[in-house]
């Protein structure tokens, strides 16, 4: 099969476009033909060598965590899934034409929602969404402050905060509030801005998708015995200021992915998707994404 395998550390250039043996199912295991893959922030911070402390890799190695695609077979003891479904999932070695993942990794795209765009999907809203539901775990009326929150992790976490009846502020970069209204949200603050950032109101938790200091900036926003949920690490100076802390990276959940893309079907949940390229532009690809501002970019087979 086709994929795009990263040879080292460094640049895009690491990156190239060659043949690699095609993956073999086994017991409880799903092998898709894969439409579409997402690049996501992980991607490239692995292929620069962010990761080296957290991951151990052996080159050559295959990059991506999410996809969409077509089943062409199931391993002994898979009753979930048969060849011929539509499907999405939180994977790994995602950048190719074949993948094979656990069952519990899959989860059946709504027929209302186009395959390449469910690849947008698995791994920004599992981890909006377990980012609030297991470790921010608003109470009705609770004020959550989500960071970056017009990225797909920060839209996914606005998107489970509200089910939850929590009172949700957007933050942003000043260039983008006006965008952020759009989320129709409590209340829109530029985090690069103190004078705005002094305007907020106590806040009951942060979810926080970037790190840096636009969490830095508001953990004094935070009441004391509050919670901030983050997906980047732990912030600093957040313990010592009285607060919880829970940091995570997601992991599949194939009921709640299921769930998920049936919001995503009806538009309750908007991922946008900013370029497509094809999977022989990856170096491009990743190069557009890593500098993009709002919106997904795919890997199309």
Do not use: C
Request: aromatic content about 4%.
């Amino acid at each position: 099969m086709k994929a795009v395998v990263l040879k080292g550390y460094g640049d895009v250039d690491v990156l190239a476009v060659q043949e690699m043996p095609e993956p073999k199912v086994g017991p409880g295991e799903v092998k898709v033909r894969v439409t579409a893959a997402s690049i996501n922030p992980v991607d490239w911070k692995i292929r620069r060598g962010d990761m080296k402390g957290r991951m151990d890799l052996k080159f050559p190695t295959i990059l991506g965590r999410d996809v969409s695609g077509e089943v062409v077979e199931v391993g002994t003891g898979v009753e979930a899934f048969e060849p011929g479904d539509r499907v999405m999932g939180l994977v790994n070695a995602g950048y190719a034409q074949t993948v094979v993942a656990p069952t519990e990794a899959w989860a059946k795209v709504p027929d209302q929602l186009d395959l390449k765009d469910a690849a947008a999907l698995p791994l920004v809203t599992l981890t909006g969404v377990q980012l609030i539901e297991e470790h921010v775990r608003p109470s009705q009326g609770d004020t959550v402050l989500v960071t970056g929150a017009l990225g797909g992790v920060g839209r996914s976490a606005i998107f489970a905060a509200r089910a939850r009846g929590a009172k949700i502020w957007a933050g942003v970069r000043k260039t983008q509030v006006a965008e952020a209204r759009k989320l129709g949200v409590d209340g829109v603050v530029a985090l690069d801005d103190p004078k705005d950032v002094a305007k907020l109101p106590t806040l009951d938790a942060v979810a926080d998708t970037v790190g840096g200091d636009a969490v830095a900036v508001v953990l004094d926003k935070v009441k004391h015995g509050g919670t901030v949920g983050s997906v980047v690490g732990e912030p600093k100076g957040a313990k010592e200021k009285g607060l919880v802390v829970r940091s995570f990276m997601a992991h599949p959940d194939a009921h709640r992915l299921a769930q998920i893309g049936e919001s995503a079907a009806k538009g309750d949940l908007v991922i946008p998707i900013s370029r497509t390229f094809k999977l022989d532009d990856a170096r491009e690809a990743q190069k557009v994404a890593e500098q993009s501002g709002v919106g997904k970019v795919l890997l199309v087979n």
